[in-house]
């Protein structure tokens, strides 16, 4: 999955003149990295030299190559994030995405695939690479998939979350180096891309390294 040429999961549709069919294909051609619509999110690959703070919004990734940069996302309750540093060349990389499977909503993967796992998750490695990272050399870190409004866990929702992204990131062979998941709180990640020191923060004032 997370090579330049192949292994990203293919979106699977009726051959044919069907809409399903015809946003299957085109969800497959933005992983594959053919030319993109201009719905398909797009993100520049070179970085300044200046300090500054990188938002990563819900169903949202960025990536950059500045050291000098921190990269923060918020309101992780359900969701999960996944973080990518390479810490030979300082290239960093952050997903926030919000359901497990794309296969729910293909509509919606093709119009913003970072609002699922299966999806958003490749395509965070192939931005780190296009930035120079490597994946033998790549650290990965999740947060997130609490109960803050399921704390019952009827609907499960970040386990599901959890999940997905444990089975992609094993199925290609990428090692998960630190968590920090579950609870009853939101919380808010922020990784620092001069040492990858990522940390989270909880509403109490809590704070925790991963």
């Keep these: 999955m997370f090579g330049e040429t192949d292994g990203v999961p293919r979106m699977t549709g009726r051959a044919g003149p069907s809409r399903t069919g015809e946003r299957t294909a085109g969800l497959n051609r933005h992983l594959y990295g053919e030319?993109?619509?201009a719905t398909m999110p797009t993100m520049p690959m070179k970085s300044d030299t200046h300090s500054s703070q990188i938002i990563v919004d819900l169903a949202d990734?960025?990536?950059s190559n500045n050291p000098l940069s921190r990269m923060s996302t918020y309101a992780l309750g359900a969701c999960v994030a996944v973080a990518v540093y390479d810490p030979e060349v300082r290239v960093g990389g952050l997903l926030h995405y919000m359901l497990p499977d794309s296969s729910i909503d293909m509509e919606r993967a093709f119009h913003n695939p970072f609002l699922f796992a299966d999806t958003g998750i490749p395509l965070l490695f192939r931005r780190a690479y296009k930035l120079g990272a490597v994946k033998e050399r790549i650290q990965c870190k999740l947060a997130g998939a609490s109960n803050v409004l399921d704390p019952n866990n009827f609907f499960?929702?970040?386990?599901?979350?959890?999940?997905?992204?444990?089975?992609?990131?094993?199925?290609?062979?990428?090692?998960?180096?630190?968590e920090?998941?579950?609870?009853?709180?939101?919380?808010?990640?922020?990784?620092?891309?001069m040492e990858g020191r990522i940390v989270v923060k909880l509403p109490n004032g809590g704070e925790f390294g991963i």
């Design 35 to 37: 030319p993109q619509s």
């Design 61 to 63: 990734m960025k990536a």
């Design 156 to 178: 499960n929702i970040g386990l599901r979350n959890l999940t997905a992204a444990r089975k992609i990131l094993s199925k290609n062979n990428v090692t998960i180096q630190g």
């Design 180 to 193: 920090y998941i579950g609870g009853l709180s939101g919380m808010t990640l922020t990784m620092y891309l």
